[in-house]
């Protein structure tokens, strides 16, 4: 079955820092893969998402992923965080033959000044 | 712009009350999906629509109902309301495109007394 994994509950990062938080799914095949981003009292907003193509996608604020199959993996990354990035982060997986997604359990993000 | 509606932001209902969960899309999408957010579960798929009057049980069905009589309304229903359907509900829309982005409401939270 298909499955996904944020083995990151909550990381904290100082303001000006890198950031990368992980996301490990389980699928048969190409998968199509999402990360979204949960405001404080918020829905979720799509940050990036990838279906084919090239495997380093950009996404809006900053955000990039990299989609790598050898590690079932599509972590998201930013260069330097900024302190209004606090939030939850969701990473996504369209499920197969159907238009649902699968979603991990969630990353909190904390930003420190 | 792209607007997912939920009908109301808080609500709070005594327990053995039914419930209206009411959220309205203005995309034209095929697909609608109502899910359940929980500290550390990330979202659970309750109940997920393809088309009017069609509907599929998602990953947690139990203790719901749901009703889609107009393309643009898709409304969850608490039959009798109990303490443990207290949680953040999350309304979604996608086209029918296989795995095209969903598109969020802002949530509504139930707490249930």
């Known amino acids: 079955a298909q499955s996904v994994t944020q083995p990151d509950i909550h990381i904290t990062v100082s303001e000006g820092a890198s950031l990368e938080l992980r996301c490990n799914y389980s699928?048969?095949?190409?998968?199509?893969l999402f990360w979204y981003v949960q405001s404080p009292g918020q829905g979720l907003q799509l940050l990036l998402k990838y279906f084919s193509g090239d495997t380093l996608v950009q996404g809006i604020k900053g955000f990039e992923a990299e989609f790598k199959r050898s590690q079932s993996s599509f972590n998201l990354r930013k260069p330097s965080v900024h302190w209004s990035d606090a939030a939850e982060y969701f990473c996504a997986v369209g499920a197969y033959n159907t238009d649902k997604l699968i979603f991990g359990t969630g990353t909190r993000l904390q930003v420190f000044p | 712009d792209v607007k997912v509606t939920q009908s109301s932001r808080y609500l709070v209902k005594r327990t053995g009350e039914k419930v209206f969960l009411e959220c309205v899309q203005d995309?034209?999408?095929?697909?609608m999906f109502w899910y359940r957010q929980d500290p550390g579960l990330g979202l659970r798929l309750i109940y997920f629509?393809?088309?009017?009057?069609?509907?599929e049980k998602g990953d947690i069905p139990e203790g719901y109902s749901v009703s889609r009589e107009k393309k643009e309304r898709f409304s969850l229903i608490l039959e009798s309301a109990s303490t443990n359907q207290t949680s953040m509900y999350l309304c979604?829309?996608?086209?029918?495109?296989?795995?095209?982005?969903?598109?969020f409401g802002q949530g509504t939270r139930l707490t249930v007394v």
């Open positions: 699928y048969g095949a190409t998968p199509y």
């Open positions: 979604a829309s996608s086209s029918g495109t296989a795995n095209t982005e969903a598109f």
């Open positions: 629509s393809y088309d009017v009057k069609m509907k």
């Open positions: 995309m034209d999408h095929e697909n």
